[in-house]
């Protein structure tokens, strides 16, 4: 079993800042990649963020430039600074890892449960 927690959502102004947070613990034998998604209401769930096991960074086009994933002390971690927040970021923001697990499945990713982040004045 793999799991994985989402925290640091919540509720800012435009132009404010929050910060995610993301661990993944259970029956992992090594990352592939982990990162953040997220889903606005009525849209489909879109990339944010992904840090690869080699620290090979990508980002979606809306967040480019205010946004930062980073790594870490310890490989189950990561963390999403979001910067410069606009109305339209707001989303429940999922956080997933690709991992093979300890029965040496490969390539599955496990997703938390969400964490919303509202950006309104």
């Known amino acids: 079993q793999v799991q994985v927690a989402e925290s640091g959502g919540g509720s800012v102004q435009p132009g404010e800042s929050l910060r995610l947070s993301c661990t993944a613990s259970?029956?992992?034998?090594?990352?592939?990649?982990m990162g953040w998604h997220r889903q606005a209401p009525g849209q489909e769930r879109e990339l944010v963020a992904r840090?690869?096991?080699?620290?090979?960074?990508t980002y979606g086009d809306s967040v480019k430039g205010r946004f930062t994933i980073s790594r870490g002390n310890a490989k189950n971690t990561v963390y999403l600074q979001m910067n410069s927040l606009k109305r339209k970021d707001t989303a429940v923001y999922y956080c997933?890892?690709?991992?093979?697990?300890?029965?040496?499945?490969?390539?599955?990713?496990?997703w938390g449960q969400g964490t919303q982040g509202t950006v309104s004045s």
């Open positions: 997933s890892a690709k991992v093979t697990d300890a029965c040496g499945a490969a390539g599955r990713e496990h």
């Open positions: 840090i690869s096991s080699g620290d090979k960074i």
């Open positions: 259970g029956s992992i034998y090594s990352f592939t990649s």
